[in-house]
């Protein structure tokens, strides 16, 4: 039948616990909201469905000749560089007449950032709290270079506050102990975790339990910036297509 705009497949990464599809469900039917006359699917890599495969065929079966494909991840490491690139491959060998575009991932877009610091002033902190030390959590990455990028959500998210921070990782070191550890011998009287996860999960209820005894804001979630970022990404990945077309 095709369409007039390419697409939009969002691929979160997938998880076994039902909250975090949930909350890409929410995601995408606020984004549909957002662009209505947009055909905008939910796809996940591993443990959720529909998969990536399963959307792209039903996308093909229903004629559509072009499919932008945002990642929904907060980094760009081996899901990104090459799972995903992977489907993809396989996806047009079976469907040459689909155009599949991977766009950027998400990444660390300062709203995200500020979507991030909204959920720790919803546990009651103040930006003006010099005793306050925030615990940037994130799942972590075998890519030392990676886990060294994700430090700098720490520096955005304190920028314009008096908070300190200490960047941590779920599956790698450091762990969130050691980021308490060095948060209170820098003085910090207060600690907040600030997890860097877009749904709640497995993991995240981990840092829950690793530090029961301390305030937990919410992941990132269905914030309406991360509607933004998404629709951001799938612009800028069909602009790039349009050129190309107009250069051919």
Known sequence: MGSASPALIAVAHGSRDPRSAATVST????????????DVHPAFLDLSTPSVGQVVDSLAARGHTDAVVVPLLLGSAYHARVDLPDLLARARSRHPGLRLTQADVLGMDIRLVTALRERVLATGADIHDTGLGIAVAA???????????????????????????????????PGL????????????????????????????????TTASDIAHAAPIGNHPLVGEVIDSRYTTAVRGLDARRMAA
């Open 139 to 173: 799942v972590g990455s075998s890519s030392p270079e990676a886990n060294h990028r994700t430090r700098h959500v720490g520096r955005l998210l304190a920028a314009g506050t008096a908070w300190r921070t200490s960047v941590c990782f779920v599956t790698a070191e």
């Open 177 to 208: 102990p050691q980021a308490i550890s060095r948060l209170r011998a820098r003085g910090c009287a207060r600690i907040v975790v600030a997890p860097w996860f877009l749904a709640p999960g497995l993991l995240t209820d981990r840092l829950i």
């Open 27 to 38: 995601v995408v039917a606020d984004l549909a909201l957002r662009r209505p006359g947009l």
